[in-house]
Antibody, heavy 122, light 113 residues
Framework: QVQLVQSGAEVKKPGASVKVSCKAS????????MHWVRQAPGQGLEWMGI????????SYAQKFQGRVTMTRDTSTSTVYMELSSLRSEDTAVYYC???????????????WGQGTLVTVSS | DIVMTQSPDSLAVSLGERATINCKSS????????????LAWYQQKPGQPPKLLIY???TRESGVPDRFSGSGSGTDFTLTISSLQAEDVAVYYC?????????FGGGTKVEIK
């Protein structure tokens, strides 16, 4: 069965960076794009970007350009999302989510990780 | 960029009654080459990740009860819960995937009246 297991909660100071991992299992890792979505406390879902686990290409939402980096390790079927220059507004639950359609950049999201709470506080 | 707007922000419906949520995109998400609307609906319960309910605007994901239905085309879409159950209390989001940037709507909170 498909599973996305994310790393644990993090507490960071303003200006620091955080790197969240998402380990995939139960399917061919390189065949499905992976997305990152975040949700601030009490707020809606915010799409951050996408990575192609096969070639490593990425596309980021304009809001996060220059601050976010998404990478992958095919040997461990893991994708990573690193966000730098953290500020209090980045406090949120960060989710990885798999594209439903194989090899398709434009797809809905059928499997989600459990979420990783990142708290930014001095 | 495509902007997704949902309405209402929240609604309260009696058990067994119909709930209707609207979603409007700032430009058409209907892809002419395959005649598919690139629009999905998700359900999110407190403390849980979102769950895919509907894709291609009207196709139910496997295992989703048939009281959930999606309709619409182009820029205007609707999620309908035909007979609200207690377990349907959640926030519902639409999302377009026509463009490679995948914005969500702002969400609609559904409660029991």
């Amino acid at each position: 069965q498909v599973q996305l297991v994310q790393s644990g909660a993090e507490v960071k100071k303003p200006g620091a960076s955080v790197k969240v991992s998402c380990k995939a299992s139960g399917y061919t890792f390189t065949s499905y794009y992976m997305h990152w979505v975040r949700q601030a406390p009490g707020q809606g879902l915010e799409w951050m970007g996408i990575i192609n686990p096969s070639g490593g290409s990425t596309s980021y939402a304009q809001k996060f350009q220059g601050r976010v980096t998404m990478t992958r390790d095919t040997s461990t079927s893991t994708v990573y999302m690193e966000l730098s220059s953290l500020r209090s507004e980045d406090t949120a639950v960060y989710y990885c989510a798999r594209a439903r359609i194989e090899w398709e950049l434009r797809s809905d999201l059928d499997y989600w990780g459990q979420g990783t709470l990142v708290t930014v506080s001095s | 960029d495509i902007v997704m707007t949902q309405s209402p922000d929240s609604l309260a419906v009696s058990l067994g009654e119909r709930a209707t949520i609207n979603c409007k995109s700032s430009q058409s998400v209907l892809y002419s080459s395959n005649n598919k609307n690139y629009l999905a609906w998700y359900q999110q319960k407190p403390g849980q990740p979102p769950k895919l309910l509907i894709y291609w605007a009207s196709t139910r994901e496997s295992g989703v009860p048939d009281r959930f239905s999606g309709s619409g085309s182009g820029t205007d879409f609707t999620l309908t819960i035909s007979s609200l159950q207690a377990e349907d209390v959640a926030v519902y989001y639409c999302q377009q995937y026509y463009s490679t940037l995948l914005p969500f709507g702002g969400g609609t909170k559904v409660e029991i009246k």
